[in-house]
């Protein structure tokens, strides 16, 4: 899994230059539409190179308690409709059950950055850094935006790219 995350980052790392070069070559106004797909690009990356941080971590035995949440197993019904305030329902004695994170290859940026905070893998510049490109790569969604996303800038893709180093270090401890 990690040799595929290295090559499709280096192939996304490729077209970010590209990009960036060809944004250099149009009209100040026109360059914003490169420098955003730079940006998504660049930011794709780190998240890959999120998760295979917190991959290695696990690998290597480390236990994660991350949002665990609870189910209940019912234990036993008690009858009668007397209990219950509109006479719709049922009561039931349920014993509350933990249950811990369990590791998937589809987790969310939010929930492994987090993780990466909470261990401290990730120190907290690094972590506010992640967390600032995520919000911004959230864009992509465009229903949630109330305005219009059309500012981006040489600056962005700086910025998102400027957190690869630390990842691909913290990767390959």
């Given at each position: 899994?990690?040799?595929s995350?290295?090559?499709?980052?280096e192939w996304?790392?490729?077209?970010?230059?590209?990009f960036n070069?060809?944004?250099?070559?149009?009209p100040?106004?026109?360059?914003?539409?490169?420098y955003?797909?730079?940006?998504?690009f660049?930011?794709?990356v780190a998240e890959?190179?999120?998760?295979?941080?917190i991959k290695?971590y696990?690998?290597?035995?480390?236990?994660?308690?991350?949002?665990?949440t609870?189910?209940?197993k019912p234990l036993?019904?008690?009858?009668?409709?007397?209990?219950?305030k509109?006479g719709?329902?049922?009561?039931?004695?349920?014993?509350?059950?933990?249950?811990?994170?369990?590791?998937?290859?589809?987790?969310?940026f939010?929930?492994?950055n987090?993780?990466?905070s909470?261990?401290?893998?990730?120190?907290?510049?690094?972590?506010k850094?992640?967390d600032?490109i995520r919000k911004k790569?959230?864009n992509i969604h465009?229903?949630?935006?109330?305005?219009?996303?059309?500012r981006?800038?040489?600056?962005?893709?700086?910025?998102?790219?400027s957190?690869?180093p630390d990842?691909?270090?913290?990767?390959?401890?």
């Amino acid at each position: 899994m990690s040799q595929s995350i290295y090559q499709n980052a280096e192939w996304h790392i490729e077209q970010i230059a590209l990009f960036n070069q060809e944004a250099l070559s149009k009209p100040l106004k026109q360059r914003s539409r490169y420098y955003k797909a730079s940006f998504f690009f660049a930011s794709a990356v780190a998240e890959s190179f999120v998760f295979l941080v917190i991959k290695n971590y696990v690998d290597k035995g480390n236990q994660i308690e991350y949002r665990s949440t609870n189910t209940y197993k019912p234990l036993c019904n008690i009858s009668g409709k007397k209990f219950l305030k509109d006479g719709v329902g049922e009561i039931v004695i349920c014993e509350k059950v933990k249950e811990s994170f369990k590791w998937k290859s589809d987790i969310d940026f939010f929930t492994l950055n987090n993780i990466g905070s909470k261990y401290s893998i990730f120190n907290k510049g690094l972590f506010k850094k992640l967390d600032s490109i995520r919000k911004k790569r959230n864009n992509i969604h465009i229903q949630s935006l109330n305005r219009k996303d059309h500012r981006y800038s040489k600056k962005d893709v700086e910025y998102a790219s400027s957190v690869l180093p630390d990842l691909i270090d913290l990767a390959q401890k």
